[in-house]
């Protein structure tokens, strides 16, 4: 899904929307809460003026419902985390459908570690672990997750049997999640894996039985 796509997304369901630097917080437009808007041809045109920009949403109104973002910090001294808890004590818990406490702040951290250096060097480094991996395993696709299709139930779960032995943890995915004479194993590449760790996983993959 393309980011113009993703606004329209939000649009239709009444969601006003603004674009926003890249990476960042900071309002393309001026006026920002008057002119944040779900209008379509408003949100192609800012896409169109600047099509890597980031999608902004305005809090309030938002069609019949009301839309509010509580963000809770965790940093610089402050313990937000344990303020919701206080305040949740006094006046009653959030509904179940809010996030905890805790996943609000990991989620908050990973954005911080993302707009950070440390992020920037992860995303190369993710690249790197992902070409080492296709070059020694090539792919359908590139990206983090791959897959290798073993199309019969049997042989998916007996690889991933095989490849734990190792190891090494992979997803044996099968039907109803795919169709019929599709399983696969599912990979999931990180920046936290060493080229230790890749050239491993690419070695067990050859001495699968189907290999």
């Known amino acids: 899904m393309s980011l113009v796509d993703a606004a329209l997304a939000y649009a239709r369901r009444g969601i006003r929307v603004i674009p926003i630097t890249p990476r960042s917080k900071v309002p393309l437009i001026d006026a920002w809460p008057t002119q944040a808007t779900s209008d379509e041809a408003t949100?192609?045109?800012?896409?169109?003026?600047?099509?890597?920009?980031?999608?902004g949403i305005a809090t309030g109104k938002a069609g019949r419902r009301q839309f509010f973002v509580l963000d809770i910090?965790?940093?610089?001294?402050?313990?937000?985390?344990?303020?919701?808890?206080?305040?949740?004590?006094?006046?009653?818990?959030?509904?179940?459908?809010a996030p905890a406490p805790a996943a609000m702040a990991?989620?908050?951290?990973?954005?911080?570690?993302?707009?950070?250096?440390?992020?920037?060097?992860?995303?190369?480094?993710?690249?790197?672990?992902?070409?080492l991996y296709l070059s020694l395993?090539?792919?359908?696709?590139?990206?983090?997750?791959?897959?290798?299709?073993?199309?019969?139930?049997?042989?998916?779960?007996?690889a991933r049997d095989f490849l734990r032995a190792e190891g090494i943890e992979v997803a044996a995915i099968r039907p109803p999640t795919v169709p019929e004479g599709t399983a696969r194993l599912r990979i999931s590449l990180s920046?936290?894996?060493?080229?230790?760790?890749?050239?491993?996983?690419?070695g067990a993959l050859?001495?699968?039985?189907d290999a």
């Open 137 to 158: 395993h090539p792919g359908p696709q590139p990206g983090p997750i791959q897959i290798r299709l073993l199309h019969s139930n049997q042989t998916v779960i007996a």
């Open 206 to 209: 050859s001495r699968l039985p």
């Open 106 to 131: 990991a989620a908050t951290g990973a954005l911080h570690i993302l707009r950070s250096t440390e992020g920037e060097s992860l995303r190369l480094r993710l690249q790197e672990n992902i070409s």
């Open 191 to 202: 920046s936290r894996h060493s080229e230790e760790k890749i050239r491993k996983l690419a």
């Open 73 to 97: 910090d965790d940093k610089n001294g402050k313990n937000g985390s344990d303020t919701l808890a206080e305040l949740e004590t006094q006046h009653g818990k959030l509904p179940d459908t």
């Open 43 to 55: 949100i192609r045109a800012w896409w169109k003026q600047w099509p890597t920009a980031g999608i």
